[in-house]
Each structure stands twice: as structure tokens, then as C-alpha cells.
T-cell receptor, first 110, second 113 residues
Framework: GQSLEQPSEVTAVEGAIVQINCTYQ??????LSWYQQHDGGAPTFLSY????GLEETGRFSSFLSRSDSYGYLLLQELQMKDSASYFC???????????FGSGTRLSIRP | DADVTQTPRNRITKTGKRIMLECSQT?????MYWYRQDPGLGLRLIYY???????NKGEISDGYSVSRQAQAKFSLSLESAIPNQTALYFC????????????FGPGTRLTVT
């Protein structure tokens, strides 16, 4: 079956850098996505990696290693507004189903 | 106006009642999804649809049914609600060319007493 593992909680300091890891086990892997969800809000798409390597979008970067079934989300120059839950998600097979991890709650201290 | 809307936003219902959650989108996407979110369990896929005539079960379809009335509308029904269906429900859409980029509605908080 499919499974995704990510830490349940991470704490960091404002202005610092934090990395949220995700390992996955799935069949027919097509790519790894990341979503952000603030308390009481809807998930919003951050990034997608289909190939190995690093994708950068402003302060956020996402990395994928298909051979290691591993990826991470890197957040730089942390701001208080980055306090949220972050979900990794894998796209499975040609059916384009998205399977989500349980989420990592990021808390940022001043 | 929001691209993906859900009604109602909050609902309290009793065990055994039938309830329908509705989702509409103006993004012109063919693909629509219903997810359930419980604390600590992330988002779990209930049903998904790739066009009006296409309905597929997700991870946790038991106790739920769906209807795709039009490209823009996708409804989720609980035929006989039970307390463990208390959760936050999200509708999402995606473009088939960017299937991993999903757009979520604001969610419906459902409580079954």
C-alpha cells in the first residue's frame, strides 16, 4: 500500500531556515507536492517535483530524490505568517489520485 | 468571488439523517475531488471525478455517495450520518495538465450528534 511519513511538529525561530522531510512508499509514483494550511483555512498548493532535484519558489524550495523515495520542503527567512501545517502529497499512477501525508505543524518563535 | 465554493460552511445534524454537501467551481476544471480531514490524519480522499460521467472511489468511500451534476458541480451525500463522520470536508479541483496542483474550497465543518 501507499504511505507517507513526515514529522508531526517542527519548531523554528523567526528569520531562520527550516526543513520538513517526507518519505513515501507508493506504487506508480508520479510526483511529490507540498501544501500549506493555516488554522481554519483550506490547503493551498506550494510546489510540485516530478524529477529529482531542487525547485525554488521565492523563500520556499522543494527537493525530491526518487531513488530514496524522499523529499523535503525548505523554508528560508521564516516569518510568523509561515506558522501553519505543511502536507506532502504523492500523485499516484495515471489516475492522478493525490495521497496526503498527515501533515507537519510548523510553529515559529520570535 | 472564490473559485471553489462549498455549502454549507457549517452543519450540525443528528445520527441517521441524510445530508448533502455541495461544491461549485468556476475554474473550468474537469477534475473534482472530495476529501475528509480529521485532526492528525491529514486529508483522505473520499471520491473523485474526472468528468460528468466519471465517478471513482477513494480511500474511504464507505458511507458516502457523490453526484457530478455538471462540470462545475460535485455533491457529496451522507445517506445516514453517524458520529464518526464528524469532520472537516474539503472539495478540490484540478486541471488534468497540472493534476498535482489542486485548488481547495473553504471546507464544510460537519458535526453529527
Amino acid at each position: 500500500g501507499q504511505s507517507l511519513e513526515q514529522p508531526s511538529e517542527v519548531t523554528a525561530v523567526e528569520g531562520a531556515i527550516v526543513q520538513i522531510n517526507c518519505t513515501y512508499q507508493t506504487s506508480g509514483f508520479y510526483g511529490l507536492s507540498w501544501y500549506q494550511q493555516h488554522d481554519g483555512g483550506a490547503p493551498t498548493f506550494l510546489s510540485y517535483n516530478a524529477l529529482d532535484g531542487l525547485e525554488e519558489t521565492g523563500r520556499f524550495s522543494s527537493f525530491l530524490s526518487r531513488s530514496d523515495s524522499y523529499g523535503y520542503l525548505l523554508l528560508q527567512e521564516l516569518q510568523m505568517k509561515d506558522s501553519a501545517s505543511y502536507f506532502c502529497a504523492v500523485r499516484e499512477g495515471s489516475a492522478s489520485k493525490i495521497i496526503f501525508g498527515s501533515g507537519t505543524r510548523l510553529s515559529i518563535r520570535p | 468571488d472564490a473559485d471553489v465554493t462549498q455549502t454549507p460552511r457549517n452543519r450540525i445534524t443528528k445520527t441517521g439523517k441524510r445530508i448533502m454537501l455541495e461544491c461549485s467551481q468556476t475554474k473550468g476544471h474537469d477534475r473534482m475531488y472530495w476529501y475528509r480531514q480529521d485532526p492528525g490524519l491529514g486529508l483522505r480522499l473520499i471520491y473523485y471525478s474526472f468528468d460528468v460521467k466519471d465517478i471513482n472511489k477513494g480511500e474511504i468511500s464507505d458511507g458516502y455517495s457523490v453526484s457530478r451534476q455538471a462540470q462545475a458541480k460535485f455533491s457529496l451525500s451522507l445517506e445516514s450520518a453517524i458520529p464518526n463522520q464528524t469532520a472537516l470536508y474539503f472539495c478540490a479541483t484540478s486541471d488534468p495538465r497540472r493534476a498535482s496542483e489542486q485548488y481547495f474550497g473553504p471546507g464544510t465543518r460537519l458535526t453529527v450528534t
